[in-house]
């Protein structure tokens, strides 16, 4: 079973739409969960960070956190097609260096 | 400012050259890492180091030779490579957002072993 996972897409949305992207792990000592965006060619970009159950918002974006069922997902409000890219989940415990990545969801925003 | 430097941008190496990889941050992060990207895959990690030390090594061949010079600058040596060792090198420090951190990454090193 693989530590992070997320549906590899793609999910195509139209623009305005809201886009939902989707992510389980494995860990339940799992403490800190992270959304990326990469875009084609670039390194990942932070978007946001969760560690509390619930939703956090910044901007267009949300992240939900259900600890209960190892879940995360990030909404992405008035979807753009400057959105278009994949998004890698990404999750860490306490004390503990290392980051585990799902493989990535690619997402496209259609005019 | 959460920035990390990456030199040089684009490396194309022979598989017998020796080259190194740079990474510089200056935010007073305490772990670096180094990590491997295939198209179309997530990072694979390769190498932490925390407080200038050693802390995961994931396994990766001898030809890849990390080195930590400072808080600031993680090396990445790399000697005899193979062409299926071509991806795009990231580096990334931990800054101290959250209960354990977060992963800043800088701009990757596209290399290419002919």
């Known amino acids: 079973q693989k530590e992070v996972e997320q549906n590899s897409g793609p999910l195509s949305v139209p623009e305005g739409a809201i886009a939902s992207l989707n992510c389980t792990y494995s860990d339940r000592g799992s403490q800190s969960f992270f959304w990326y965006r990469q875009y084609s060619g670039k390194s990942p970009e932070l978007i946001m960070f969760?560690?509390?159950?619930g939703d956090k918002e910044d901007g267009r974006f949300t992240a939900q956190l259900n600890k209960a069922s190892q879940y995360v997902s990030l909404l992405i409000r008035d979807s753009q097609p400057s959105d278009s890219a994949t998004y890698l989940c990404a999750v860490n415990r306490y004390n503990f260096n290392k980051f585990y990545f799902g493989s990535g969801t690619k997402l496209n925003v259609k005019p | 400012d959460t920035e990390v430097t990456q030199t040089p941008k684009h490396l194309v190496m022979g598989m017998t050259n020796k080259k190194s990889l740079k990474c510089e941050q200056h935010m007073g992060h305490r772990a670096m890492y180094w990590y491997k990207q295939k198209a179309k895959k997530p990072p694979e990690l390769m190498f932490v180091?925390?407080?200038?030390?050693?802390?995961i090594n994931e396994s990766v061949p001898s030809r890849f030779s990390p080195e930590c010079p400072n808080s600031s600058l993680l090396n990445l040596h790399l000697h005899a490579l193979q062409p299926e060792d071509s991806a795009l090198y990231l580096c990334a420090s931990m800054g101290t957002g959250g209960p354990t951190g977060e992963l800043f990454f800088g701009e990757g090193s596209r290399l290419t072993v002919l």
């Open positions: 180091y925390s407080y200038e030390k050693l802390s």
């Open positions: 969760i560690y509390s159950n």
